[in-house]
């Protein structure tokens, strides 16, 4: 998993601006999925549901930060059933629920403890790639050592040389300001966080023996901060990034939320054509980057033999703005952000039938949990899991498939939430997405509608046009119908609940039975000491 | 709490065919509650609102016997957090989930898997008045233990001695078939469950001191089997009985699921004025049992007086059709099954305003969880509980209400579910209810519709009547406007998303700065080692 990827920034995915021949190499080898949503356009949200198979509005982490309620089954404790170990290296954004623990007993130095604090996760590596901690092992102490033990130290390694540069003058030049974007990482690029993390995953995978396992090797690129190694920083050139992606219309929108969003001081930065440039530039070097490691990854599993029993899952946790639509940072649901790359390699001889090609079906980050547990052989978590398994479009199966995707926003802790006057309960966005028309609940407000295959860039809102008000209101239906699905029913399986309609009664109770004759007309047996 | 009492079978709330003085005398001391509904008109679920302050649809336990999830915070967890003891005498119906508790290595015979196995309260007694147990505690070995002691042997003391009677030739008579409710249980009145139950709740309060604690003081009656102590079990006629509520219509409905359910066998059993009136003149002596001992604790609450500080709650988990609408049991959500009585003294000068009159405000079992959270002054906990603390309508205040009430009901596991050829995960019901109009959404079938000013008694189903699509529209918003709201965002306090907002980003996180002006300018610092 790469870290705030755009899809349209790989070649297989038909970008003429920068080449990434390792991942298109993995495309020409799996399937590539062309209409790939994640359940939340922000990094916690969207990976509790790549790693719970749930919608946001399920396990309830709505946003970065807020915690993964404590009980919420996760991919480790599925896979962990059927003898599968489920490890991590890199990032998970996960911040423990500290209270439920405590509330249960649970101490996070305690084996189930761990696996509770990181999202069910066996921690090989944890790297979140970020600079503080509020709790053990949150952040990247795992690399700072290793910057150390290869001679760059410092009270914070991971800032003071992966996240620093040497100016012109020699002095020190922060990755935090975007205008230090051009310079070189003081780190050399064989000990860059993408570099190391790739060791450490290919260390993973060597030390395991012939036991199956999953490894969430997770990238922090080409996430912020806008600092990559040399040669990548300066790899690229302004000119070479596509055109921004905005209009007028845009700008001048009656819509409060987007205005308030496009007043965000990250916003307004990013729409900045020369803060646009140097990020992005940078943004280039490190998908470059990115993929110049996976291909040094891929190598590996070649020579090895692993291709053969191995699936490969690349992806990515959402997109960026970059500037398109007048938006910095993810958040919201344009296809910059809310759509993926990804890319699966299934080494089974039934998924030859469809190497290296393509499927618009609509497909969402929490259907990798069913896909894996499918490829593992795991039992039906239908009743858990909301996602649904890939294998059948991988093996090109005809299949009924999902009408829409969801994807939901909780914009509470945000500026805008504050400028708009919403109250916290009420700072929610829903997309529902049915393969062309796109369409945007905003809570108390009116919705946003676009019609991707009139306008695949995303730039006129339809909503207010009456002409639209069928499509307004059949996608309208469609968050009803989602919204009312069972979600929290976690506890009993659907062969649990067959059974139950079989018996009818628990054993031992009779309702509403007149008589004895009623009774046993009915099959059942009077208890034993009762005459009558 | 009483279990499957009718809010129309005591006086207090109307009823001129039975005399329930104690229970009235608690109303004229109390605030009488005239809507209150159950957020599931069956135990389980209804249950574990109660215990929770959550909706169905956001615990998840939407059927008797499907488990609470771990984790899922109770009024026990709330309790215990601000030093107050949270005890159980008697039912709750709750069924551990013993999956997730193995998952997170809590063990049932630990301090907190024993809180957790029991949704959250430390047991003191736990009889849920049902004959099979499936984990321990579940049932009620120590009320068989109490007839053992007294006397009354055998392999199950609770369905020989409180469930058997002695027939007119001396032979046994089991309570679990109707025409024997005439007779009289072979417990004396003395020994009776409801009798018991009340003892032990009075010695558990007799044993606190000075602490704080709350006792849910649990009945099984007047629930089935229906079998009374002598005298209650002739002390009625069934001409004492109110008439039957149904009409030919309603037989003649052209709505699937409401013809599968009046054919389903206990349905047409009760639906019989034969078995009506042998189940009714019982349940009538059971109720009239419960509120006699009910006097026993109040006197017992006077004479030590404890009700200078004690808030006394009482109320139903749901009610029972008992015939109406062609309909036995509870289930659906006519006003017989899904709406309870509820009364409340609040020892407080404050509530002097409002003792013995009543109020019509829509209210739900979810709103004891805060009301009880309000009376020990803990913190708020509207993140994660969705009801609303009576105190402000007992203490007179005006307020902002709640404009509509819900409950849910899953039929999954019922007969009629496969008789209309539902799938399992669409087998859902909701009830939206504002006071007027009583809207039941059936998932993939028309809604019915009943306007209980012009139509008290429910007859008349108006959702296929022209006239009425407006309203039918009107209540449908509101059912999506409750099914988007927030429910699993319980890791987070309001009052944290507050600091969050504030904060805008993480210490030690920039994002988006151009440069290191636009950063001061921010009011934010430069990381120390770095000079641009």
């Known amino acids: 998993m790469a870290d705030q990827l755009r899809w349209d920034y790989l070649s297989c995915y038909g970008a003429d ?3 990434t021949p390792n991942l298109d190499w993995l495309a020409s080898r799996g399937m590539r999925f062309n209409k790939a949503y994640v359940q939340s356009p922000i990094c916690g949200p969207s990976r509790m549901s790549f790693y719970t198979g749930r919608y946001v509005r399920s396990h309830g982490s709505t946003w970065n930060g807020f915690p993964l ?4 089954p996760t991919l480790g404790d599925h896979l962990r059933e059927i003898g599968v170990k ?7 954004h996960m911040t423990p629920d500290k209270e439920g623990m405590e509330r249960l007993g649970i101490t996070p130095e305690s084996t189930i403890g761990a696996l509770v604090a990181q999202c069910g996760f066996e921690v090989f590596v944890r790297d979140d790639g970020t600079n503080h901690s509020d709790y053990p092992g949150r952040c990247g102490e795992d690399y700072d050592q290793y910057l150390r033990d290869h001679g760059m130290d410092g009270d914070n390694p991971w800032e003071e040389w992966a996240n620093t540069a040497i100016g012109p003058a020699g002095e020190m030049r922060t990755g935090w300001v975007i205008e230090n974007a051009p310079l070189a990482a003081r780190v050399p690029k064989e000990h860059s966080e993408t570099a190391w993390l790739t060791t450490r995953g290919i260390d993973y995978i060597e030390a395991q023996g012939d036991q199956p396992w999953l490894c969430h090797l997770s990238y922090i690129k080409p996430h912020w901060p806008f600092l990559a190694p040399a040669p990548y920083n300066d790899m690229y050139k302004a000119a070479d990034l596509p055109p921004v992606v905005r209009s007028d219309d845009e700008r001048q929108t009656d819509h409060p939320l987007m205005q308030a969003w496009m007043n965000m001081r990250v916003c307004k930065s990013m729409a900045r054509d020369e803060v646009r440039d140097l990020a992005g530039v940078c943004y280039m070097g490190l998908i470059k980057e990115l993929d110049d490691q996976l291909g040094r990854l891929f190598s590996y599993l070649r020579e090895t033999g692993r291709m053969d029993d191995t699936m ?9 703005n970059m500037g398109d639509h007048w938006l910095g940072e ?4 344009y296809d910059c952000s809310a759509r993926i790359p990804l890319l699966i390699y299934d080494p089974r001889d039934q998924a030859d039938a469809t190497r290296g090609t393509a499927t618009d079906a609509l497909v969402e980050g929490i259907d990798l949990v069913p ?3 499918d490829f593992f052989n795991g039992a039906d978590k239908s009743h858990i899991l909301e996602g649904r398994s890939l294998s059948p479009l991988m093996q090109g ?3 009924e498939w999902r009408e829409f995707a969801v994807s939901e926003y909780d914009y509470a802790t945000r500026d805008s939430r504050r400028e708009v006057g919403m109250d916290q309960a009420d700072a929610r966005l829903a997309m529902i997405f049915d393969g062309r028309w796109k369409y945007v609940h905003v809570e108390k407000m009116r919705p946003l509608l676009f019609d991707l295959e009139d306008d695949p860039d995303e730039l006129c809102d339809l909503a207010t046009n009456p002409e639209y008000a ?17 979600h929290s029913r976690i506890t009993r399986s659907a062969a649990q609940i067959e059974r139950m309609t079989d018996a009818k009664e628990p054993p031992g109770i009779y309702i509403g039975y007149r008589d004895k004759n009623e009774l046993e007309g009915d099959g059942r047996q009077m208890p034993d000491h009762a005459s009558g």
Chains 1, 2 share one sequence.
């Open 86 to 92: 489920c490890s991590l290296v890199g990032k998970t």
């Open 69 to 72: 309620r404590v009980g919420e």
């Open 312 to 320: 490969i899952v690349f992806c990515s946790d959402h997109g960026d």
């Open 397 to 399: 199966a005809a299949t």
């Open 371 to 373: 896909t894996f547990l």
């Open 17 to 19: 601006h920068i080449e």
């Open 330 to 333: 993810k958040d919201l649901f």
């Open 470 to 486: 069928n499509e307004l209101s059949r996608l309208r239906d469609l968050h009803f119908e989602w919204s009312r699905q069972h």
